[in-house]
């Protein structure tokens, strides 16, 4: 990995500003960095993003990339775990090591089956829930996969 980031989160192709703002939010929490496929559903000066972001925005590593190739070519991940409702494997499966790329998908629809095939995706992976629920909010699915992540590294720089 060309940086020291413990995990990276990546939207691909954001729609709701507020889900973006909160992710703003955990990653300025936890160290992550979070990356944004274009094009989004909103701009960065949205008010809801700065809203729901708070003051983390200037503490946040955030980049927005043109699309996800330039994203891989900047990150050259080793693993990519891409979350998706229809995975036979829970996200607590899994071993994290830093680096680890936490790839999830736009709020309506989530990852389109053309990411979900890329070569750069090591496993596809879900949160559990209940049956016949569609999916869950987009901030609230990358703290609860984060923070797995994290806790699995022992949680290095919290306090």
Request: charged residues 20%.
């Amino acid at each position: 990995m060309p940086d020291s980031a413990p995990f990276h989160i990546v939207f691909y192709q954001p729609c709701i500003p507020p889900n973006t703002g909160n992710a703003i939010r955990i990653a300025a929490n936890t160290g992550a960095q979070l990356h944004l496929i274009e094009p989004l559903g909103f701009t960065m000066t949205d008010q809801q993003v700065r809203r729901a972001g708070l003051d983390y925005h200037e503490m946040a590593h955030v980049t927005v990339h043109p699309d996800l190739a330039t994203a891989w070519e900047k990150l050259q991940p080793e693993r990519v775990f891409a979350f998706t409702a229809h995975a036979g494997t829970f996200h607590t499966d899994v071993t994290y090591r830093p680096g680890d790329v936490l790839l999830f998908g736009p709020e309506p629809t989530g990852l389109p089956d053309e990411v979900l095939d890329d070569p750069h995706v090591t496993e596809r992976l879900r949160i559990p829930m209940l049956p016949d629920r569609r999916s869950m909010n987009l901030a609230n699915a990358t703290s609860v996969a984060l923070y797995e992540a994290w806790r699995q590294q022992g949680f290095p720089g919290a306090q």
